[in-house]
C-alpha cells in the first residue's frame, strides 16, 4: 500500500534535512580555508584557487562513489537483504580505495604539471605544487568518505554522515589555525590540516560500516567481481557527471570573454546557484534513498508515488529559492560587491536565475530518482545530449556578443533541456526495474 502524504513527507525530511546540513560543512570548509590562507597573502591564496579547483575536480568525478552506492544498499535493504547490502558497501569501500590510491600517486607525480596548465607566476605556483601535493595524501580518505557516505545513505541514515561532516569541519578549523599560524606551516599547514581533518572523517565513517558489516556477518575482504560490478555501474555516472561539469565549465569560459564586470557578476551569481544547488541537492539524496528502496522491495506503486511527491517537493523548494534569490537580494548582495556597475548587472542575472529555479528543483530531484533506480545509462545519454545542445546555445552569446544576461537564459536552457529529458523518461516505466539488483 502506498504510504501517505504526511508519511512520505516524513520520510523525505527525515533524510533530506541532514543531508543538507552534511552538504553545506563542504563549502564551509572551503571557505574557512580560503579566510584563514587569505591572511597569508595574494599568492597563497590564488595557489589555494587553482590548486584546490584541480582537487575538486579530481574528488567531484568520484562522486558517484556515493551514489552509485546508495543505491545499490538501498535495493538490497529494500528487498530484505542487509548482510548483501553491507556486502555491497564494502566492495565500494575497496574501490574507493584502489581509485584514492590511484589518484593520490598521479597527484603527486604530476602536481607540477597540473599547476603550470592555469600558467600562474612562479611564486603562486611554489605555493599550489606544495598544497595539492600534501592535499593528494587524503584523496584516499576523501573518496572512503564518498563511498561510507553513500552505504549509510543507502542504509536510510543520513544523520551519521551530517554529524562526522560537522564535526570534520570544526576539526579543520581548528587544526588550521594551529598549523598555519601556531607551527607557522603557512600554506602547508592549511593543506595538511584539512587533509587530516577529512581522513578522520572517513576513518570514522568507514569504521561505521565495518562495525555494521561484522554484526550481520558480511564479508570484509577485497571481492574482485564485486569490485569490478562497482566499477562498472559507476561508469555512467562519472559521464553524467562529467557532462555536467563540461556545462558549468563552459558557461564560465563564456562569462570570462564578456568583461570583468560581467564575469564578476557572474561568479557571485553562481556561487548563489550552487548554494541553492545544495538544498535541492539534498532531496535528490532522500531521492536515491528511498526510490532504491522502494523497488528493490518490488513496490513500483509506491515508487511512482514517492517520486511525483518528491517532485513536489523539489518544485516547491525551487519556486521558495528563486522567490529568495530575487527578493532578498539587497541585503545579500552588498557582501559581494561595492561596485555599482557589478551590482547592477548581478540584479538582472539574478532574475533570471530565480525565474529558473522551479526548474531547477524537479531536475534535481528526478536526477536523484533515477541515479537511486540505477538508471545511470540513461542518465549519461541524456547528459550528452543536453550538453551538444547547449554548447552551441552558449558559444552563440561569445560569437554574437549577445551580454552575460543571454548567457544565463542559454544557461537556464541547458537545465530546460535536462528537465525534458527527464520528465520524460520518469514518465515510462522503462527506469522502474525491481529487485535486490538490477
Known sequence: MPLTWKTQDREILRLAVPAFFALVSEPLMLLADSAIVGHLGTPQLAALGVAGTILQTLVGICVFLAYGTTSAVARRIGAGDHKGAL?????GLWLALLLGVVLAVAGLLFAPLAIAGFHPSPDVADYAVTYLRISCLGIPSMLLLLAATGVLRGLQDTKTPMVVAV???????ALNFLLVYGLDLNIAGS???????????GAALVVVVVRGARRDGAKLRPDRPGILA???????????????????????????????????????AFTLWSFLALALDAIAIAAQ????????????????AITRRMMWWGLASGVVG????????????????????????????LLVAAIWQPVNGVVFVLDGVLIGAGDGPYLAVAGIIALL????????VQWFDRGIVALWWAFGGYMLLRFLTLTLRERRDGWLVTGAVR
Open 87 to 91: 556486502a555491497q558497501g564494502i566492495d
Open 167 to 173: 564535526s570534520a569541519n570544526l576539526a579543520n578549523i
Open 191 to 201: 593543506a595538511l590540516g584539512t587533509a587530516i581533518a577529512q581522513t578522520a572523517a
Open 230 to 268: 562497482s566499477a562498472h555501474a559507476g561508469v555512467p555516472l562519472v559521464v553524467r557527471t562529467l557532462t555536467l561539469r563540461v556545462a558549468i565549465v563552459l558557461t564560465t569560459f563564456v562569462a570570462t570573454s564578456l568583461g570583468t564586470t560581467s564575469v564578476a557578476a557572474h561568479q557571485v
Open 289 to 304: 534513498a528511498l526510490t532504491g528502496r522502494s523497488l528493490g522491495a518490488g513496490d513500483v506503486v509506491g515508487t511512482r
Open 322 to 349: 528563486g522567490l529568495a534569490l530575487w527578493g532578498l537580494r539587497d541585503l545579500y548582495v552588498p557582501l559581494f560587491t561595492k561596485d555599482p556597475e557589478v551590482r547592477h548587472t548581478l540584479a538582472a542575472i
Open 389 to 396: 545542445l547547449f554548447a552551441p546555445l552558449a558559444l552563440s
